[in-house]
């Protein structure tokens, strides 16, 4: 009986120090490796950027690292926006964790009309102004997010300097079991996002008039983008993420002060 003891004592040592072995390594590969981890996401969210601004072709696999970071450096500059007075304020907004300051209740805001299911909003934004050789604006790169049919879909919006012709949407990334392949992961099927270039957010009057629609005759329109097929929840999404960060509680005081000359 005694033996018995000692081999069950042994054994339950043997696998306490093994735990404690596995988590002491696993802990320490995660600190190691959180500063790549960090900057491989930025690197990552830096090359859709420059998709969505035309700047690479991310679908051809040739863009390096190199190119990225050069191209980003040499082109776009990020700047961080005061979404309650649309204007820029001081920070690294390259740096700056939206997400994280979303969910501080000190630095973020909980929407009373949250169209695109964000829950809340960080008192920040970030946008990011593409310019050419000569340094004049092109574009200007908003974040959009909101909630599909299974997962929250993260998007750049590329607009022109006008701030109302539209040159790219770009879905990046799903928090979440991400959208049904064929249908809802259709938002990142190249034909899809072509349909988008050289369509208008706002009409003659001023009013957001772009629209996801399921209607031939408004999909033609300079205003209408075609729904995706079979996919109606994750369209719904789209416009309301566009409906929600073009609105009042996202970056409209922004694009208002851009559009009368804010960014000249």
């Given amino acids: 009986m005694a033996s018995n003891k000692d081999s069950f004592g042994k054994t339950l040592f043997v696998v306490i120090g093994l735990c404690f072995v596995c988590s ?3 802990s320490t590969a995660a600190v190691l490796l959180k500063p790549t981890q960090q900057e491989n996401k930025l690197l990552d969210k830096q090359k859709y950027i420059l998709e969505a601004a035309g700047l690479v072709d991310t679908k051809s ?27 820029f304020v001081e920070g690294n907004a390259d740096t700056f964790d939206v997400e994280k300051a979303a969910r501080t209740p000190a630095t973020s805001f909980k929407p009373k009309n949250d169209i695109a299911s ?27 997010k909101g909630y599909g049919l299974w997962s929250t879909m993260f998007a750049f919006l590329a607009v022109e300097a ?19 392949p ?9 034909q899809w996002i072509a349909k988008w270039q050289g369509k208008k957010l706002y009409d ?25 097929s079979g996919a109606t ?5 789209v416009q309301h993420s566009l409906t929600f960060w073009l609105g009042e509680e996202g970056f409209a005081r922004f694009i208002e002060k851009a559009r009368n000359g804010g960014l000249s």
């Fill in 118 to 144: 964000v829950k809340r909003v960080a008192n920040k934004g970030v946008i990011y102004l593409i310019k050419d050789d000569n340094q004049q604006l092109q574009t200007v790169i908003i974040p959009v």
């Fill in 233 to 237: 929840l994750t369209s719904n999404g």
């Fill in 61 to 87: 696999g040739k863009v390096d690292k190199k190119t990225i970071i050069d191209t980003y450096n040499k082109y776009v500059e990020a700047r961080l926006v005061d979404l309650k007075t649309g204007d």
């Fill in 204 to 228: 003659e009057s001023g009013s957001l008039a772009i629209q996801v629609t399921k209607v031939p005759a408004v999909a033609a329109s300079i205003h209408g983008i075609d729904a995706l």
């Fill in 24 to 26: 002491m390594f696993v």
């Fill in 182 to 190: 064929g249908l809802g992961g259709e938002v990142q099927n190249p």
């Fill in 162 to 180: 006008d701030m109302n012709t539209i040159r790219s949407l770009v879905y990046y990334d799903f928090t979440g079991s991400g959208e049904t």
